[in-house]
C-alpha cells in the first residue's frame, strides 16, 4: 500500500483502493475507503460541526500510524488496521490471504478485510470484517425483537420495519464504541469467530471508531458527533392517553373531562389513525371532527397537550396524490405496480429524502393541524412500512433503498422538526415509531412499535429501552401492555397492565396505548372506502379500563410518577448537555463492576434511582442486585448496604425501586 499525509488525513491506497483515515471528534478516529476515484462527501450521521482533533501521522513504505488522543491506528503494507487504546489493542480488521505477516491463520481463504463486490450500474455490495475479541459484550444498535441485551453472538438486519429500529452504533465491553456510519440495507453479524458489517449496496465504506475510559464517555463522545436531543418541553412527563382509534372529537373530549373528574392530570392525548379523510390529505375529517379548534382550546383550557398521528402514505384517490406523483415527491418502485402500501388503500409513501417533498407535508400539516393549536406529531409508519419490505424494488431522490432506506425515518423527523423551528417553535417533540444515527437532535420520542401484550414482550421491552439509549436516544418509551391482542376481560391481562405501568413510571414518556380487546364497539357507517366507518377502534385503554382494582394501582403508581417530575427534567437537561440516557444499562453508572455488565432485567433511571421491574406472572418478590454503597427502598425507606443481591418484596402494587443514598 501506498501511503501519504494529507494534512490531518492519512491517505492509503491499494489496487484500485483509496482509504482515508483522520481525526473525528476527541479520542475518534474516521475510515472511508473507496474503489471510485473521489469520495461522495456524504457524512451520514456524523453531522455535526465539531473539533475534529489533531493527529499525529507517520508513513513509511512498509506501513503507517495515525494518533488521535488515546486511539491510534496502525497500517499495514496489505491495508488492514488495527486499532489502539493507550497501546493496547482494541480491534483489528479481519484477513486471510496471502501475507503471512498479517495472520497466523490460514492464508488460502483469500478473504480481506475490506471486499467491496461490483453490481451492475455502479454501486458495491460491501462486506466488513473484524476479528473477534474473546470475553467481549457488545451493546447498543436499536431495537430489536429479540430478548438479548449482550448482541455479542447475534446476527442483525441493518433495516427499518414495524418494531425494529436500526441504530448501527455499538458500545463493546472492550472500552470503545463503533459505528457504522452507512444508511445502506444490510447486516451486522456480532460472531464468535468474527464481526461482519454488510451494505448490500453502496458506494464507500464509512466508519468511526471511538476510545474512553467508561461507557458513559464512549456515550458522549458519540452523541458530540451525532447530535444530542434538544431540552424538550417539561410538560409532558405526567400521563399520555391513546388509544387505538379515537374516531370522533367527541369521544377525545369525553375521556379527557373523565380523567378530569376523578382529579387525574392528563399531560397529553393521542388522536391516531384514520382521524383524517383519506391518507394523504393529513387533514380532520369534518364529519366527526367538525370543530378541531374548538376541541384543542377545551384540551388546553383542561391543561392537556394534543397530539396528532401524521402517516407518509398517500392513497392514489388523495386530494394531493397527483400532485405529488408528478412532482416527484413520492417514492418510486423498480418494477410492478408503484404501490408501495396497502394498508385501506393503494397508496404510495412520500419520499422524504427529497427536501421539496419534506417542505410539501409539513405546509399542509401545519395549515390543518398546527395551526389549530396541535402541539405535537405522532410520525407513524416512519420506517417506511412498506406492505412487503422488498428493498430491492423501491428507489428514492437519495438513490436506492438499498442504498440509503434506514435513513428514511431521521428525515421524515426533519421535516416537522425545520417546519416547527422555522414557526419559532423551541418545544418541538415527536413521537415516531423509527429512528436513525441522529434522530434525537430532531426533538423524537421513539417506541418499540407494535408488539404483543405478553410478558416476552415487557422482558424484551426492557433491554430495547436500555440499547436504544445507548445508540443515541434519550427519549424512549413503550405501550403500555403492549400493542397487540390484549384482551382487557382476562386475570392475565390485567397482571400484565399492572406491572407494566409500574415499569414505565421508570421510562422516560409514560403512554397508555394499544389495539385491545374484545373489539366489540359498533361501527359509526359503513360507508367510507377507505376504511373508516368500518374500520374498528378497538377497547378502551384508559386507566379505568381494567376495572376498580387495576385503576387504583395506576392512581397509587401515578402519583409516583408526578412526583418524579422534576428529577425527569434534570435528566431532560443532562440528556442534552451529555448525551446520556435517561434509562441507562447499569454499566453506565457502574462500569467497575463486572456484574452490572451482566444484568439485563434491572437498570438505572437516571443515576438515582435503581429500578428491578417484575418481569413474570405471579410473582410476589424478585432478587435485586444493589451495587456498592447505600440503597434505600423508595417504598419503606428501609436502607440496605450494596455490593449484593437481595430479596425485595414486589406486592402487585408496586416494583421494588432503590435511592442512592
Known amino acids: 500500500m501506498f501511503f501519504a499525509q494529507d494534512g490531518n488525513i492519512l491517505i492509503g491506497k491499494r489496487e484500485g483502493e483509496t482509504l482515508r483515515i483522520e481525526p473525528w471528534g476527541k479520542n475518534a478516529l474516521r475510515v472511508r475507503s473507496t474503489m471510485y476515484p473521489e469520495f461522495t462527501g456524504n457524512n451520514w450521521g456524523l453531522e455535526e460541526d465539531i473539533d475534529h482533533g489533531s493527529a499525529r501521522i507517520e508513513t513509511f513504505d512498509d506501513h503507517a500510524t495515525i494518533e488521535n488522543g488515546n486511539i491510534s491506528a496502525h497500517i499495514n503494507n496489505s491495508g488492514v488496521i488495527t486499532f489502539f487504546k493507550n497501546g493496547q489493542k482494541i480491534l483489528k480488521e479481519y484477513y486471510r490471504s496471502y501475507d503471512a505477516s498479517v495472520t497466523k491463520e490460514s492464508i488460502c481463504l483469500k478473504l480481506i478485510a475490506r471486499n467491496f463486490k461490483p453490481i451492475v450500474g455502479g454501486d458495491y455490495k460491501l ?68 464481526t461482519e458489517f454488510e451494505a448490500y449496496a453502496t458506494k464507500e465504506l464509512d466508519y468511526w471508531i471511538v476510545a474512553e475510559d467508561t461507557p458513559a464517555k464512549i456515550v458522549e463522545r458519540y452523541t458530540e458527533v451525532t447530535g444530542r436531543a434538544p431540552e424538550i418541553r417539561n410538560d409532558v412527563f405526567g400521563l399520555w392517553q391513546s388509544r387505538l382509534r379515537y374516531r370522533t372529537q367527541e369521544e377525545v373530549l369525553s375521556v379527557a373531562r373523565k380523567y378530569k373528574e376523578l382529579g387525574i392530570k392528563l399531560d397529553v392525548i393521542v388522536i391516531d389513525f384514520f382521524h383524517w379523510t383519506r391518507q394523504g390529505d393529513w387533514q380532520f375529517d369534518p364529519e366527526y371532527w367538525p370543530d378541531p379548534k374548538s376541541m384543542i382550546d377545551e384540551l388546553h383550557a383542561g391543561g392537556t397537550k394534543v397530539i396528532v398521528s401524521v402517516w407518509p402514505s398517500v392513497d392514489k384517490k388523495s386530494i394531493h396524490f397527483n400532485e405529488m406523483w408528478d412532482k416527484g415527491y413520492l417514492i418510486r418502485t423498480e418494477h410492478g405496480s408503484n404501490q408501495t402500501y396497502d394498508y385501506q388503500g393503494d397508496c404510495v409513501e412520500i419520499d422524504c429524502t427529497n427536501p421539496e417533498a419534506r417542505q410539501y407535508i409539513w405546509d399542509i400539516c401545519k395549515k390543518n393541524y398546527y395551526d389549530y393549536g396541535i402541539d405535537m406529531f405522532w410520525l407513524d409508519n416512519a420506517e417506511p412500512d412498506f406492505g412487503v419490505y422488498d428493498f430491492d424494488n423501491y428507489r428514492y431522490r437519495m438513490g436506492t433503498a438499498l442504498s440509503c432506506s434506514n435513513i428514511y425515518p431521521k428525515l421524515y423527523a426533519k421535516a416537522f422538526y425545520d417546519g416547527q423551528k422555522a414557526d419559532g417553535n423551541d418545544k418541538i417533540f415527536s413521537l415516531i415509531r423509527c429512528g436513525w444515527v441522529g434522530s434525537q437532535k430532531y426533538g423524537t420520542l421513539l417506541w418499540n412499535g407494535d408488539i404483543q401484550s405478553t410478558w416476552e414482550a415487557l422482558q424484551s421491552a426492557v433491554g430495547q429501552g436500555l440499547n436504544m439509549g445507548i445508540a443515541g436516544i434519550p427519549w424512549w418509551n413503550t405501550d403500555v401492555a403492549g400493542f397487540m391482542n390484549g384482551d382487557m376481560t382476562t386475570e392475565y391481562f390485567k397482571e400484565l397492565a399492572q406491572r407494566w405501568f409500574e415499569f414505565a413510571i421508570f421510562t422516560p414518556i409514560l403512554r397508555l396505548h394499544g389495539d385491545r380487546e374484545p373489539m366489540n364497539i359498533p361501527a359509526l357507517d359503513t360507508t367510507k372506502d377507505w376504511g373508516g366507518g368500518y374500520l374498528h377502534t378497538g377497547a378502551p385503554t384508559e386507566m379505568w379500563a381494567c376495572g376498580d382494582e387495576v385503576f387504583n394501582v395506576m392512581k397509587k403508581n401515578l402519583e409516583l410518577r408526578e412526583s418524579l417530575v422534576p428529577y425527569i427534567d434534570e435528566l431532560n437537561k443532562e440528556a442534552h448537555k451529555t448525551g446520556l440516557p435517561i434509562m441507562r444499562a447499569m454499566f453506565l453508572e457502574f462500569p467497575e463492576d463486572a456484574k452490572c455488565w451482566e444484568l439485563d432485567d ?60
Open 127 to 194: 462486506t466488513m470484517r473484524f476479528e473477534p475479541n474473546d470475553d467481549e459484550k457488545i451493546f447498543g444498535m436499536g431495537c430489536y425483537q429479540q430478548k438479548y441485551m449482550d448482541l455479542k453472538g447475534c446476527v442483525l438486519e441493518l433495516a427499518q420495519r414495524n418494531s425494529q429500529t436500526s441504530i448501527p452504533f455499538a458500545l463493546s465491553s472492550k472500552g470503545f464504541g463503533f459505528l457504522w456510519n452507512n444508511p445502506a440495507v444490510g447486516k451486522a453479524s456480532f460472531g464468535k469467530n468474527y
Open 602 to 661: 434491572q437498570y438505572m433511571f437516571g443515576s438515582k434511582y435503581l429500578v428491578a421491574p417484575v418481569l413474570e406472572a405471579g410473582v410476589s418478590e424478585r432478587e435485586v442486585y444493589l451495587p456498592e454503597g447505600k440503597w434505600e427502598d423508595i417504598r419503606d425507606g428501609k436502607v440496605y448496604e450494596g455490593g449484593c443481591t437481595v430479596k425485595a418484596p414486589a406486592p402487585i402494587d408496586s416494583i421494588p425501586v432503590f435511592k442512592r443514598v
